[in-house]
């Protein structure tokens, strides 16, 4: 009897985590397919909450959520995003942990960070003052209503769209370590004419998001017939994956920006190598490895007399094997030797023990998180999985700048070995007589 109640409450609690939000409510489901129909092309103001179904203040928020969207029907659209599975989502719009919510207003390709309550009333009164600025803007021809935001909606640079031609495609596609994707389009295609600032949109995105690691490319079918032929290309638009050494295949995804990004950074998680570990030899390498990524994961490994090469290098594969886990979020990845940097390690509060420690740096915001558990595969996936959900204890960076770095030799990969000491030839001096009587 009691195996059989436990899990008929454990599917209970599964299917209440699955539907979170359902077609009787009136807060509205937000995918990649209909977000850009549903927002970025509306005039209305939107809040838009992007959560994870087994996230815990989401589900203390969803109560809430349904309350202000009813409140507010008519009045302000009240969105949701399921950003576990649509990441691509969360991504475009620097989600890094649940839930957050935006506020889209004038500009959609814009929204402000709503930083209020998380109770129904707070909610409305956001929402509310959201919407008086938005109608004092209009009001004073600073924003251009409905034009604007159809003019902006775009989002993207068509100068992101490689322009690909009979001459210029295999050197700059087949020949390439990036992964493309390749439309291919005519002038005359309706449906081409719909996605091109889907595309264009999409684009932009996925080159900022996989520094230009997967690209999009264009190619007129009708001005470019040989390399259309070469690839069976028979219809309008055709979309086609390229990576080097492999045979194209078919794009089988979605037509909005959305989809768009969602399979291209399906695309660059499966092609990215993993990050480099670097060892903080100088200020430029901590400085570029911080400044260039939204995390980076620095470690201080004992000194080296205490665990010799073979204990260091066991450390840094644990490391590395995170660093490939993770790869996807282009964090930064460091190291060093404790005593090494004493002023990084003072303003982590790790000073002088407890070795091997790690600590998370976000270098826009100063602030930085510690590895609380153990130095193992486990317990880093543990760290980094609540860092990634917005989760676990932060604190502001010693000062709240970046410490001074001192200039060091990189290891060289060898075994640690003790100073020295020099030998001093005593023969020469006169021992003090009571000191030679003394017994010991």
């Known amino acids: 009897?009691?195996?059989?109640?436990?899990?008929?409450?454990?599917?209970?609690?599964?299917?209440?985590?699955?539907?979170?939000?359902?077609?009787?409510?009136?807060?509205?489901?937000?995918?990649?397919?209909?977000?850009?129909?549903?927002?970025?092309?509306?005039?209305?103001?939107?809040?838009?909450?992007?959560?994870?179904?087994?996230?815990?203040?989401?589900?203390?928020?969803?109560?809430?959520?349904?309350?202000?969207?009813?409140?507010?029907?008519?009045?302000?659209?009240?969105?949701?995003?399921?950003?576990?599975?649509?990441?691509?989502?969360?991504?475009?719009?620097?989600?890094?942990?649940?839930?957050?919510?935006?506020?889209?207003?004038?500009?959609?390709?814009k929204p402000e960070e709503y930083q209020g309550g998380r109770s129904s009333q707070a909610i409305v009164d956001g929402a509310v003052n959201a919407l008086r600025s938005l109608v004092k803007e209009r009001l004073s021809g600073k924003s251009g209503g409905s034009s604007y935001n159809k003019q902006q909606s775009t989002g993207g640079n068509k100068k992101d769209v490689v322009e690909l031609t009979d001459d210029n495609f295999d050197a700059t596609v087949l020949n390439s370590d990036d992964v493309w994707l390749v439309e291919f389009f005519a002038p005359w295609c309706g449906h081409c004419k719909n996605l091109e600032p889907e595309w264009a949109a999409a684009a932009t995105a996925v080159k900022e998001q996989t520094k230009g690691k997967v690209r999009l490319g264009a190619v007129d079918a009708t001005v470019h017939q040989g390399v259309s032929s070469r690839y069976g290309v028979r219809g309008f638009p055709t979309i086609k994956i390229f990576r080097k050494g492999e045979e194209p295949e078919d794009y089988q995804g979605g037509r909005s920006r959305g989809e768009i990004i969602e399979k291209a950074l399906d695309l660059f998680s499966d092609n990215a190598p993993a990050p480099e570990l670097l060892e903080i030899?100088?200020?430029?390498?901590?400085?570029?490895?911080?400044?260039?990524?939204?995390?980076?994961?620095?470690?201080?490994?004992?000194?080296?007399?205490?665990?010799?090469?073979?204990?260091?290098?066991?450390?840094?594969?644990?490391?590395?094997?995170?660093?490939?886990?993770?790869?996807?979020?282009?964090?930064?990845?460091?190291?060093?030797?404790?005593?090494?940097?004493?002023?990084?390690?003072?303003?982590?509060?790790?000073?002088?023990?407890?070795?091997?420690?790690?600590?998370?740096?976000?270098?826009?915001?100063?602030?930085?998180?510690?590895?609380?558990?153990?130095?193992?595969?486990?317990?880093?996936?543990?760290?980094?999985?609540?860092?990634?959900?917005?989760?676990?204890?932060?604190?502001?960076?010693?000062?709240?700048?970046?410490?001074?770095?001192?200039?060091?030799?990189?290891w060289d990969g060898k075994d640690g070995q003790l100073p020295v000491e020099e030998d001093y030839d005593l023969s020469d001096v006169d021992l003090d007589e009571d000191f030679e009587k003394d017994e010991f």
């Open 1 to 109: 009897m009691g195996p059989l109640l436990v899990g008929v409450l454990g599917c209970s609690l599964v299917l209440s985590v699955q539907a979170m939000y359902s077609s009787s409510d009136d807060v509205i489901e937000l995918t990649p397919s209909n977000f850009n129909r549903e927002v970025i092309q509306s005039d209305s103001l939107w809040l838009v909450e992007f959560y994870a179904p087994w996230c815990g203040h989401c589900q203390s928020l969803a109560p809430e959520w349904k309350k202000a969207a009813t409140a507010l029907k008519g009045v302000v659209k009240v969105g949701a995003v399921d950003a576990d599975q649509h990441k691509s989502l969360g991504g475009q719009y620097g989600v890094r942990g649940f839930p957050t919510i935006k506020i889209f207003g004038a500009n959609k390709n």
């Open 281 to 410: 030899l100088n200020e430029g390498v901590l400085k570029k490895t911080c400044d260039d990524s939204q995390l980076c994961i620095i470690a201080v490994l004992p000194h080296i007399l205490d665990t010799g090469a073979a204990g260091r290098n066991g450390y840094l594969e644990v490391m590395m094997t995170m660093a490939e886990k993770y790869k996807k979020k282009l964090w930064g990845w460091l190291w060093t030797e404790a005593g090494a940097q004493m002023e990084l390690e003072g303003s982590l509060g790790i000073g002088g023990f407890g070795y091997p420690a790690m600590a998370a740096i976000n270098a826009r915001k100063m602030k930085f998180a510690l590895l609380r558990g153990s130095f193992s595969e486990t317990g880093i996936h543990e760290f980094l999985r609540e860092l990634s959900v917005g989760r676990g204890s932060t604190a502001t960076l010693g000062g709240g700048v970046m410490p001074k770095i001192n200039n060091v030799e990189a």
